[in-house]
């Protein structure tokens, strides 16, 4: 339902895109967000953006990450500029998607892309 790409090596300072595409049969998307988890932690919130265009970032990429949405493709991406070592993780993209004939919404999550950040 969801396919994640974009990740890899980058140095300090660089950028990277990241997008993330849903497929299948959708009625509706509520909230499409990344997440990450580094080596030893939780998952934890990146940037979700809601299908009414509200935006939320964690503290430690605003500024520096920008999430974009567009509803008529059902993608959603992430920008990542000045990228530091601390952004090191897997990035997962997820999406609360109402399947067509359903009446309510469920949470998918997407495989998963290694985002490396080193010199």
């Known amino acids: 339902q969801l396919q994640a790409s974009g990740g890899g090596l980058v140095q300090p300072g660089g950028s990277l895109r990241l997008s993330c595409a849903a497929s299948?049969?959708?009625?509706?998307?509520?909230?499409m967000g990344w997440y990450r988890q580094a080596p030893g932690k939780r998952r934890e919130l990146v940037a979700v953006?809601?299908?009414?265009?509200?935006?939320t970032y964690a503290d430690s990429v605003k500024g520096r990450f920008t999430i974009s949405r567009d509803n008529a493709r059902n993608t959603v991406h992430l920008q990542m500029n000045s990228l530091k070592p601390d952004d090191t993780a897997v990035y997962y993209c997820?999406?609360?998607?109402?399947?067509?004939?359903?009446?309510?919404?469920?949470?998918?999550w997407g495989q998963g892309t290694l985002v490396t950040v080193s010199s």
């Open positions: 953006t809601t299908s009414g265009g509200s935006i």
């Open positions: 997820n999406a609360i998607i109402r399947a067509n004939g359903l009446a309510y919404h469920t949470s998918y």
């Open positions: 299948g049969s959708i009625s509706s998307i509520n909230d």
